[in-house]
């Protein structure tokens, strides 16, 4: 089983930038598919954004495509999310998901295996 641990959350100006880290500890975690997932107040957890284990598939919602990078550091086990422009209406909890199969980016098909704890986003107009 791999354990996830979020970082990087917190207040941030609309317009501004934010990074999000999801650390990765299990022999296995590199070879995950990997998602972000959000979930604001009163709504259902939501896709974000994922990739694969070698990085070279990525998958973005529409909300926040040109907008927010996904990117992984397999020597680190550690996946990013880069929050560009952020909006009002991207406030949220963020979590870090783990999918044991390598190359899944569709949100349709990922079933998770390993959650995070969550990082709280939080962006001002």
């Known amino acids: 089983q791999v354990r996830l641990v979020e970082s990087g959350g917190g207040l941030v100006q609309a317009g501004g930038s934010l990074r999000l880290s999801c650390a990765a500890s299990?022999?296995?975690?590199?070879?995950?598919?990997m998602g972000w997932f959000r979930q604001a107040p009163g709504k259902e957890r939501a896709f974000v954004a994922a990739?694969?284990?070698?990085?070279?598939?990525?998958n973005y919602a529409d909300s926040v495509k040109g907008r927010f990078t996904i990117s992984r550091d397999n020597a680190k086990n550690t996946v990013y999310l880069q929050m560009n422009s952020p909006k009002p209406e991207d406030t949220a909890v963020y979590y870090c998901?783990?999918?044991?199969?390598?190359?899944?980016?569709?949100?349709?098909?990922?079933?998770?295996?390993?959650w995070g704890q969550g990082t709280q986003v939080t962006v001002s107009s």
């Open positions: 990739i694969s284990s070698s990085g070279g598939f990525t």
């Open positions: 299990g022999r296995t975690a590199s070879s995950y598919a």
């Open positions: 998901a783990g999918d044991r199969t390598p190359w899944v980016v569709d949100p349709a098909r990922l079933r998770p295996a390993s």
